[in-house]
């Protein structure tokens, strides 16, 4: 069971109208729920803490469910997140962030002996308030279609569609519900839910 969400502030928080790259800090962290429908064996929680930031990319640790190390560029995609690589990211986001904008990117996507040419398809649909275990935000919600196509041994080709949840005060994806659909093989879905968002205490 999570816990209840944080209440809402007594003082409304406004509506975001435009989302700028949010920039990060050393020890900030963020912990995730990730749950698929069709391997249990993958849902997990983990944690991600930021252990160094530069200009072009942020490095992120990764803990508990998840192993190793992320690597996220400056509109917040990731090149690399533990043993998945993203050439030159996964693209899910470009900033600015407004209602309206869309966008079409081309990415590489390898794991191991898997690798697939992604086409994506984004549009930003609304802002909207979403109730998370880590509280409430105030979020952009953005639909994706990405094409995928790899070889025949590993699935051929098939469509994802996702819609997810990007809360400037968050400065992550807080929600996120993805549904999978190969040419060969089972329709997965997934969805991922922020848990808790902490920035380290400031130096007196």
């Given at each position: ?47 991600q803490a930021v252990s160094s930031v530069s200009a072009s990319e942020t490095a992120i640790s990764l803990s508990g469910g998840r192993s190793g190390f992320a690597l996220i560029d400056a509109n917040t995609n990731y090149r690399r997140s533990g043993t998945s690589e993203f050439e030159p990211s996964d693209q899910r986001l470009e900033f600015p962030l407004f209602v309206g904008k869309s966008w ?101």
């Open positions: 069971m999570f816990p209840p969400p944080v209440p809402a502030s007594a003082t409304a928080v406004p509506a975001p109208v435009r989302a700028e790259a949010p920039t990060f800090a050393v020890g900030e962290e963020w912990e995730f729920d990730y749950r698929s429908d069709l391997d249990a064996a993958q849902n997990a929680r983990y944690a079409t990117a081309s990415y590489l996507y390898r794991n191991g002996s898997w690798r697939s040419e992604c086409k994506r398809q984004a549009k930003v649909e609304a802002v909207e308030r979403v109730e998370t275990p880590a509280g409430i935000f105030e979020a952009f919600r953005i639909a994706e279609k990405t094409l995928w196509q790899s070889d025949e041994l590993y699935g051929g080709s098939g469509v994802t569609r996702e819609t997810l949840w990007y809360a400037p005060s968050a400065k992550r994806i807080v929600k996120s519900e993805l549904r999978d659909s190969p040419i060969k093989g089972p329709i997965v879905s997934t969805r991922l839910l922020l848990l808790r968002h902490t920035t380290p205490a400031a130096t007196p």
